[in-house]
C-alpha cells in the first residue's frame, strides 16, 4: 500500500516556516565582525532540517535552494571562509525565496525559477569566490591536517540493524575525507578508519542522525597524526582527543589570556563550552527540529555572547583569530561548564520559541467534544447511582463528586484554551471609527473599555460582523453633525463607547453613543406606513425593538454607511445565531445604548429541563425570568390573538408546547401546567409545559451536522440516561406561535 | 464468501450490503455504511415528516433515524428488537436507515448491474444504479448518497444542499 505523503505536508510546512523563522533571526543576529560558531552552526541545521524536509517530501526546488545555501553554511562553520556582510544578504534572500517556494507549495504551485537560479548562483559564488583568499582563522589550522578517526560501534544498535542505514552512515562519513571498513573487532563491533581534516564535531554530527552518541566509541587513532594537546604553548587541536573530555576549568591552558571582547581570540573553537553544547545538540536533534534543542543551544549561545562582551569568552568561537596568539596572563574568572560563574543575564531578546504552541483549531474542538463527552458521561453514571443509599455506597458517592469537581475543571480548563480576549475584535474599530466619521463629516472619538474580557474564538470571530454595523450605525444615525452638538450644548466631539464585561456568566458587550438617541414618534410612525404589527401603547423597549425588523429604516438619507435597512435585523440574527440577545436603550437627545449578551462559549449551557408529555426540552438558564403556577382565571383569549396570561399587570402570551410541537397529546388544565416566563427578543411570554424536571449543564451539539435547522429547537444535547433531549429557542417558539394563532 | 464472490472482489468489483424493504431488496454500497445497530431511545424530532423518526445519541453523535417503510409506504411498519438501523457515512453526514433486515454482502462487478427500467421500485430512478440479478434474487442498487441528499427527503437545509 502507498503512503499517502501528502497527510505530512501540512507537518512539513509548519516545520519549515519554524525553521525559517529561526534561521532568519540567528542571522539578523549574527555579528558579522565577530560570528559565533554555534549560531552558524545553528544556522546550518536549520537549513538542513528544511532540506531534509523538502527532500523527502519531494519538494525539489526547496531541497535544490537549501543544498546550495547548505554548502556555504558548511564551509562558513568549519570557518574556512569569513562571513561577509554580502553573504547574510545572500542569506536572508535565500529565507525569503524559501519562504516563497514554502508558500507556494502550500497553495499547489510551482514557484519561479528564475529567481531561484539567481539566488543558487549568487550563494554558489560566495561559497567558491573567496576561498582562496587566505583568510582561514588559526582555529582551520588543525584541520590541515589529515587525521585518523577510528570508529568503534555495534551494528545491531546503529539504526536498528539495518543494513541500509549503515552503508547510508558509511556514505555520509566518506564525504568527510576517506573511510575504510576494517571489518569487525575480537568484540563483534565493527570498526571503521576515517581518514578526514574535519574536526570531531562533523563526523558526530553525521552520527547523530543515526544513532545516540554513546553508541558510538569516536577516538583518534595514530598518535603520530595527531597535534599533541600543549595547553598553553600552542593552540590546541580543537579536539578533545578522547571520549572523557576534560572538565572546562582543569582543561583550562594554564597561560590562557583573558579575551578582549570583540577581539575574538578563540582558541578553542570546540573547547569544553562548546562541546557541551554539542552534547545539548545531540539530545534534541531530528530533521524536523522546531527542538527543544536548538532552543537550548541559542540560549547557552547567547550566554556565551554575552559572556565574550563582558570579556571572559573562552568558549565563544570566534573565527578570525590572530595567526600568533602569544601566550597571556591567566584568566581573571574562567567559565566552567558547570556554569557557576556563568551570570544569570536578562536575555537580550525573547527566546527563539515562544512558550505557546500551535495547535489546530479542529484539535481543541475535539478536546472540548472530548470534555462534553466526560460531562454526559459524569451525569449518566450520577443518574444511575441516584437511587443508592448514600450511606451504604459511601465511596461511590465520594467518588462521583470528586469526577464532577475535577470533569469541571478540566472542562472550564479546556474551554479557556479557546478564549480570546476581545481586543481583538475592538482594535479594528479606531479604525473603523475613523474612517465612518470622517466619510460623513462628524468628529467622533472613541474609547474602549474592558479589552481583556475573554470569550470563545468562535464567538469573537462572529461579533465583528454585527458590532462594525452597529458602531456604524451609531455613528451615522446616532452622533449628530457637530453644528448640531454645540447647538445642543454637547461638546462638538461625538463619543462612542464600547465596553465589554462579564456579567453572571455571559459576555456584555455594549456600545453606548452620546448622539440623539431614537426617535419613537419617527419609529412608529415608520411602522405604521410599512404595516408592522403594533402593540396598543408599546411600551419604550418594544418601540425599540422594531429597528430590528426586517426592512425598517429611519435614516432620512440613504448613505453608503447605513440607511438601508438592512442592517439591523442582520444583527440580531446573527446574535441570536450565537444564543446570544440585543437590547437596546435610548433616550432622546442623549444617546443610545445597545446591549448584546453573549454566553461565555458555544458549547455549554446552563439550562432547566422541562417536560411536555413523555418528552424533555431545554431552557436556558439565561432567558427564564421566572417559573409560575398559574391559576386559571389568569388565563384570558384574545380573539384572532390566541391565549394571554395575565402576572401582575402585564398579558403574556401563552406558548404552550404541546400546540407549537403537535405533540399529539392533550394539553395539561390551566391549573395542572407550569408556566416558565422568558425574556424574548419581542418582550416576555409564558410557556406552558407539564413540568419542570431539573437544572443541568449541558453540552450544546448542533443538529445541522447530520440533519438540518428546526423551527424552534436551537441544538440538541444528551441527558444523563443517553437520550437526546432539544434545546428550545424562545424567540423562534413565540414567532412560530404567533403563526399558529 | 464463496469462490465465485472471491474471484469477483480481486476483479475490482464493489461490495454492497443487501437489505429488505418489505418485499423488495435493495443493495447499496458497503463503504457508506458505518455500523448497523439496533432501534432504540429515539427522540423525535418536533414537526418533522413522520418518515424521520427522530434522533438518536449515537456515541455523543447526534444522528437522525429515517424510516424508509413510512417514506415509501411499504409493509408492515413495526418496531421490535429485530428492528435494524443501517448508520450511514454520506461524506461526513452520518444517518440511520430503519429497515426490515439486512440479509447479505455481496460483491458485484459493474458489468453485472444492469440498467433499471424507468418503472418497476418504489424509488424514483433517479436514485437507482441499476438491477442486479443474484440466485433468483432481484436486487436493487441505489444511490444512497444522491437520495438522502434530495430535496425530496429534506433532510439538509436547502441552502446547505446547494453549497454542499
Redesign the interface.
Given at each position: 500500500m502507498a503512503i499517502d505523503m501528502s497527510q505530512f505536508y501540512q507537518v512539513f510546512f509548519e516545520e519549515a516556516q519554524e525553521n525559517l523563522a529561526t534561521m532568519e533571526g540567528l542571522l539578523l543576529e549574527l555579528d558579522v565582525e565577530a560570528p559565533d560558531l554555534e549560531t552558524l552552526n545553528a544556522i546550518f541545521r536549520a537549513a538542513h532540517s528544511i532540506k531534509g524536509g523538502a527532500g523527502t517530501f519531494g519538494f525539489n526546488d526547496m531541497a535544490e535552494v537549501t543544498h546550495v545555501l547548505e554548502t556555504l553554511l558548511d564551509r562558513l562553520r568549519k570557518q574556512e571562509l569569513t562571513p561577509t556582510a554580502e553573504m547574510i544578504d545572500a542569506f536572508l534572500q535565500a529565507g525569503d525565496v524559501l519562504k516563497l517556494q514554502l508558500q507556494a507549495h502550500q497553495e499547489g504551485r510551482e514557484y519561479d525559477e528564475l529567481s531561484k537560479a539567481a539566488l543558487c548562483e549568487r550563494l554558489e559564488r560566495l561559497a567558491h569566490g573567496t576561498s582562496e583568499t587566505g583568510q582561514a582563522p588559526a582555529s582551520a589550522s588543525p584541520g590541515e591536517g589529515l587525521r585518523r578517526w577510528r570508529l568503534c560501534f555495534d551494528p545491531a544498535a546503529i539504526g536498528r540493524g539495518a543494513a541500509e542505514e549503515r552503508r547510508a552512515l558509511f556514505e555520509s562519513l566518506g564525504e568527510l575525507g576517506t573511510i575504510a571498513d576494517l571489518g569487525t573487532d575480537d568484540q563483534g563491533r565493527q570498526v571503521w578508519r576515517i581518514e578526514t581534516s574535519s574536526r570531531r564535531a562533523a563526523i558526530e554530527e553525521i552520527l547523530a542522525f543515526v544513532c545516540e552518541p554513546d553508541q558510538v566509541l569516536l577516538e583518534p587513532e595514530g598518535s603520530e597524526d595527531l597535534i599533541a594537546h600543549q595547553p598553553g604553548a600552542s593552540p590546541g587541536p580543537g579536539d578533545w582527543p578522547s571520549e572523557s573530555r576534560p572538565r572546562a576549568e582543569p582543561a583550562l591552558p594554564a597561560g590562557a589570556q583573558p579575551i578582549q571582547e570583540g577581539e575574538g581570540y578563540g582558541f578553542f573553537p570546540d573547547a569544553p563550552g562548546a562541546e557541551s553544547l554539542i552534547d545539548q545538540e545531540h539530545e534534541g536533534f531530528g530533521f524536523f527540529g522546531g527542538s527543544p534543542g536548538m532552543d537550548q543551544l541559542a540560549q547557552v549561545a547567547r550566554r556565551a555572547r554575552q559572556d565574550a562582551e563582558q570579556g571572559y569568552g573562552f568558549f565563544s568561537a570566534a573565527p578570525g583569530a590572530p595567526p600568533d596568539p602569544s601566550p597571556a596572563p591567566p584568566s581573571p574568572k574562567p567559565v566552567s561548564r558547570d556554569g557557576g560563574a556563568i551570570p544569570p543575564q536578562v536575555p537580550k531578546r525573547p527566546a527563539v520559541t515562544d512558550s505557546s504552541i500551535r495547535v489546530s483549531v479542529d484539535k481543541v474542538d475535539q478536546l472540548i467534544n472530548l470534555v462534553g463527552e466526560l460531562v454526559i458521561t459524569h451525569a449518566m453514571l450520577a443518574d444511575a447511582c441516584a437511587n443508592l443509599d448514600p450511606v451504604a455506597h459511601q465511596r461511590i458517592m465520594a467518588g462521583l463528586s470528586n469526577l464532577e469537581r475535577n470533569s469541571r475543571d478540566l472542562q472550564e480548563a479546556v474551554m479557556s484554551i479557546r478564549m480570546m480576549p476581545i481586543s481583538f475584535v475592538f482594535n479594528r474599530f479606531p479604525r473603523v471609527v475613523r474612517d465612518t466619521a470622517a466619510a460623513l463629516g462628524k468628529k467622533v472619538s472613541l474609547r474602549l473599555i474592558g479589552e481583556d474580557t475573554e470569550l470563545d474564538k468562535g464567538l469573537i470571530e462572529r461579533l465583528a460582523d454585527p458590532l462594525t454595523h452597529l458602531v456604524r450605525n451609531s455613528i451615522d444615525h446616532g452622533i449628530e453633525r457637530p453644528e448640531v452638538r454645540l447647538a445642543a450644548g454637547k461638546p462638538e466631539t461625538g463619543e462612542i463607547i464600547l465596553r465589554a464585561s462579564h456579567r453572571s456568566g455571559s459576555v456584555v458587550v455594549e456600545v453606548i453613543d452620546d448622539g440623539a438617541g431614537l426617535n419613537r414618534d419617527k419609529i412608529l410612525a415608520k411602522a405604521a406606513r410599512l404595516g408592522m404589527p403594533l402593540p396598543e401603547n408599546p411600551s419604550d423597549k418594544e418601540v425599540w425593538q422594531l429597528i430590528f425588523q426586517p426592512g425598517f429604516s429611519t435614516a432620512e438619507q440613504i448613505t453608503d454607511i447605513s440607511g438601508r435597512g438592512v442592517g439591523m435585523d442582520v444583527v440580531r440574527r446573527n446574535i441570536e445565531e450565537m444564543n446570544g440577545r440585543v437590547e437596546i436603550d435610548s433616550v432622546a437627545g442623549r444617546g443610545t445604548q445597545i446591549t448584546i449578551r453573549l454566553p461565555l462559549t458555544l458549547a455549554i449551557l446552563d439550562g432547566l429541563s422541562v417536560r411536555m408529555g413523555t418528552e424533555i426540552f431545554i431552557l436556558p438558564l439565561t432567558v427564564i425570568h421566572e417559573s409560575i403556577q398559574p391559576r386559571p382565571q389568569q388565563f384570558k383569549t384574545v380573539v384572532g390573538k390566541g391565549r394571554v396570561v395575565q402576572i401582575n399587570d402585564d398579558y403574556l402570551p401563552v406558548v404552550s408546547l404541546h400546540q407549537v410541537f403537535n405533540s399529539g397529546l392533550p394539553e395539561p388544565g390551566p391549573s395542572d401546567c407550569i408556566l416558565v416566563i422568558v425574556e424574548t427578543g419581542e418582550g416576555r411570554a409564558a410557556i406552558m409545559v407539564d413540568e419542570l424536571v431539573a437544572q443541568h449543564q449541558v453540552v450544546i451539539k448542533s443538529l445541522e451536522t447530520n440533519y438540518r435547522r428546526v423551527e424552534g429547537i436551537s441544538g440538541a444535547t444528551i441527558m444523563g440516561d443517553g437520550r437526546v433531549a432539544m434545546i428550545l429557542d424562545v424567540d423562534a417558539l413565540v414567532r412560530l406561535n404567533r403563526r399558529l394563532g | 464468501m464463496s469462490d465465485e464472490q472471491m474471484s469477483a472482489a480481486s476483479e475490482g468489483a464493489r461490495e454492497y450490503l443487501t437489505f429488505k424493504l418489505g418485499d423488495e431488496e435493495y443493495g447499496i454500497d458497503i463503504l457508506k455504511v458505518q455500523e448497523i445497530r439496533g432501534y432504540d431511545?429515539v427522540?423525535?424530532?418536533?414537526?418533522?415528516p413522520e418518515f424521520i423518526k427522530?434522533?438518536?445519541?449515537m456515541?455523543?453523535?447526534?444522528?437522525?433515524i429515517i424510516d424508509m417503510r413510512l417514506k415509501f409506504n411499504l409493509g408492515q411498519v413495526e418496531y421490535n428488537e429485530f428492528t435494524v438501523v443501517i448508520i450511514l457515512n454520506l461524506s461526513g453526514?452520518?444517518?440511520g436507515l430503519v429497515v426490515d433486515g439486512v440479509s447479505d454482502v455481496v460483491a458485484l462487478r459493474r458489468d453485472q448491474i444492469q440498467p433499471a427500467p424507468d418503472f418497476g421500485a418504489v424509488l424514483d430512478t433517479a436514485y437507482i444504479e441499476g438491477l442486479v440479478s443474484l440466485e433468483g434474487r432481484m436486487i436493487i442498487i441505489v444511490d444512497i448518497e444522491r437520495l438522502m441528499t434530495s430535496h425530496e427527503m429534506?433532510?439538509?437545509?436547502q441552502t446547505?444542499a446547494t453549497a454542499a
Amino acid at each position: 500500500m502507498a503512503i499517502d505523503m501528502s497527510q505530512f505536508y501540512q507537518v512539513f510546512f509548519e516545520e519549515a516556516q519554524e525553521n525559517l523563522a529561526t534561521m532568519e533571526g540567528l542571522l539578523l543576529e549574527l555579528d558579522v565582525e565577530a560570528p559565533d560558531l554555534e549560531t552558524l552552526n545553528a544556522i546550518f541545521r536549520a537549513a538542513h532540517s528544511i532540506k531534509g524536509g523538502a527532500g523527502t517530501f519531494g519538494f525539489n526546488d526547496m531541497a535544490e535552494v537549501t543544498h546550495v545555501l547548505e554548502t556555504l553554511l558548511d564551509r562558513l562553520r568549519k570557518q574556512e571562509l569569513t562571513p561577509t556582510a554580502e553573504m547574510i544578504d545572500a542569506f536572508l534572500q535565500a529565507g525569503d525565496v524559501l519562504k516563497l517556494q514554502l508558500q507556494a507549495h502550500q497553495e499547489g504551485r510551482e514557484y519561479d525559477e528564475l529567481s531561484k537560479a539567481a539566488l543558487c548562483e549568487r550563494l554558489e559564488r560566495l561559497a567558491h569566490g573567496t576561498s582562496e583568499t587566505g583568510q582561514a582563522p588559526a582555529s582551520a589550522s588543525p584541520g590541515e591536517g589529515l587525521r585518523r578517526w577510528r570508529l568503534c560501534f555495534d551494528p545491531a544498535a546503529i539504526g536498528r540493524g539495518a543494513a541500509e542505514e549503515r552503508r547510508a552512515l558509511f556514505e555520509s562519513l566518506g564525504e568527510l575525507g576517506t573511510i575504510a571498513d576494517l571489518g569487525t573487532d575480537d568484540q563483534g563491533r565493527q570498526v571503521w578508519r576515517i581518514e578526514t581534516s574535519s574536526r570531531r564535531a562533523a563526523i558526530e554530527e553525521i552520527l547523530a542522525f543515526v544513532c545516540e552518541p554513546d553508541q558510538v566509541l569516536l577516538e583518534p587513532e595514530g598518535s603520530e597524526d595527531l597535534i599533541a594537546h600543549q595547553p598553553g604553548a600552542s593552540p590546541g587541536p580543537g579536539d578533545w582527543p578522547s571520549e572523557s573530555r576534560p572538565r572546562a576549568e582543569p582543561a583550562l591552558p594554564a597561560g590562557a589570556q583573558p579575551i578582549q571582547e570583540g577581539e575574538g581570540y578563540g582558541f578553542f573553537p570546540d573547547a569544553p563550552g562548546a562541546e557541551s553544547l554539542i552534547d545539548q545538540e545531540h539530545e534534541g536533534f531530528g530533521f524536523f527540529g522546531g527542538s527543544p534543542g536548538m532552543d537550548q543551544l541559542a540560549q547557552v549561545a547567547r550566554r556565551a555572547r554575552q559572556d565574550a562582551e563582558q570579556g571572559y569568552g573562552f568558549f565563544s568561537a570566534a573565527p578570525g583569530a590572530p595567526p600568533d596568539p602569544s601566550p597571556a596572563p591567566p584568566s581573571p574568572k574562567p567559565v566552567s561548564r558547570d556554569g557557576g560563574a556563568i551570570p544569570p543575564q536578562v536575555p537580550k531578546r525573547p527566546a527563539v520559541t515562544d512558550s505557546s504552541i500551535r495547535v489546530s483549531v479542529d484539535k481543541v474542538d475535539q478536546l472540548i467534544n472530548l470534555v462534553g463527552e466526560l460531562v454526559i458521561t459524569h451525569a449518566m453514571l450520577a443518574d444511575a447511582c441516584a437511587n443508592l443509599d448514600p450511606v451504604a455506597h459511601q465511596r461511590i458517592m465520594a467518588g462521583l463528586s470528586n469526577l464532577e469537581r475535577n470533569s469541571r475543571d478540566l472542562q472550564e480548563a479546556v474551554m479557556s484554551i479557546r478564549m480570546m480576549p476581545i481586543s481583538f475584535v475592538f482594535n479594528r474599530f479606531p479604525r473603523v471609527v475613523r474612517d465612518t466619521a470622517a466619510a460623513l463629516g462628524k468628529k467622533v472619538s472613541l474609547r474602549l473599555i474592558g479589552e481583556d474580557t475573554e470569550l470563545d474564538k468562535g464567538l469573537i470571530e462572529r461579533l465583528a460582523d454585527p458590532l462594525t454595523h452597529l458602531v456604524r450605525n451609531s455613528i451615522d444615525h446616532g452622533i449628530e453633525r457637530p453644528e448640531v452638538r454645540l447647538a445642543a450644548g454637547k461638546p462638538e466631539t461625538g463619543e462612542i463607547i464600547l465596553r465589554a464585561s462579564h456579567r453572571s456568566g455571559s459576555v456584555v458587550v455594549e456600545v453606548i453613543d452620546d448622539g440623539a438617541g431614537l426617535n419613537r414618534d419617527k419609529i412608529l410612525a415608520k411602522a405604521a406606513r410599512l404595516g408592522m404589527p403594533l402593540p396598543e401603547n408599546p411600551s419604550d423597549k418594544e418601540v425599540w425593538q422594531l429597528i430590528f425588523q426586517p426592512g425598517f429604516s429611519t435614516a432620512e438619507q440613504i448613505t453608503d454607511i447605513s440607511g438601508r435597512g438592512v442592517g439591523m435585523d442582520v444583527v440580531r440574527r446573527n446574535i441570536e445565531e450565537m444564543n446570544g440577545r440585543v437590547e437596546i436603550d435610548s433616550v432622546a437627545g442623549r444617546g443610545t445604548q445597545i446591549t448584546i449578551r453573549l454566553p461565555l462559549t458555544l458549547a455549554i449551557l446552563d439550562g432547566l429541563s422541562v417536560r411536555m408529555g413523555t418528552e424533555i426540552f431545554i431552557l436556558p438558564l439565561t432567558v427564564i425570568h421566572e417559573s409560575i403556577q398559574p391559576r386559571p382565571q389568569q388565563f384570558k383569549t384574545v380573539v384572532g390573538k390566541g391565549r394571554v396570561v395575565q402576572i401582575n399587570d402585564d398579558y403574556l402570551p401563552v406558548v404552550s408546547l404541546h400546540q407549537v410541537f403537535n405533540s399529539g397529546l392533550p394539553e395539561p388544565g390551566p391549573s395542572d401546567c407550569i408556566l416558565v416566563i422568558v425574556e424574548t427578543g419581542e418582550g416576555r411570554a409564558a410557556i406552558m409545559v407539564d413540568e419542570l424536571v431539573a437544572q443541568h449543564q449541558v453540552v450544546i451539539k448542533s443538529l445541522e451536522t447530520n440533519y438540518r435547522r428546526v423551527e424552534g429547537i436551537s441544538g440538541a444535547t444528551i441527558m444523563g440516561d443517553g437520550r437526546v433531549a432539544m434545546i428550545l429557542d424562545v424567540d423562534a417558539l413565540v414567532r412560530l406561535n404567533r403563526r399558529l394563532g | 464468501m464463496s469462490d465465485e464472490q472471491m474471484s469477483a472482489a480481486s476483479e475490482g468489483a464493489r461490495e454492497y450490503l443487501t437489505f429488505k424493504l418489505g418485499d423488495e431488496e435493495y443493495g447499496i454500497d458497503i463503504l457508506k455504511v458505518q455500523e448497523i445497530r439496533g432501534y432504540d431511545a429515539v427522540t423525535r424530532i418536533a414537526n418533522a415528516p413522520e418518515f424521520i423518526k427522530g434522533v438518536i445519541n449515537m456515541r455523543g453523535i447526534i444522528v437522525p433515524i429515517i424510516d424508509m417503510r413510512l417514506k415509501f409506504n411499504l409493509g408492515q411498519v413495526e418496531y421490535n428488537e429485530f428492528t435494524v438501523v443501517i448508520i450511514l457515512n454520506l461524506s461526513g453526514r452520518i444517518l440511520g436507515l430503519v429497515v426490515d433486515g439486512v440479509s447479505d454482502v455481496v460483491a458485484l462487478r459493474r458489468d453485472q448491474i444492469q440498467p433499471a427500467p424507468d418503472f418497476g421500485a418504489v424509488l424514483d430512478t433517479a436514485y437507482i444504479e441499476g438491477l442486479v440479478s443474484l440466485e433468483g434474487r432481484m436486487i436493487i442498487i441505489v444511490d444512497i448518497e444522491r437520495l438522502m441528499t434530495s430535496h425530496e427527503m429534506g433532510l439538509v437545509d436547502q441552502t446547505s444542499a446547494t453549497a454542499a
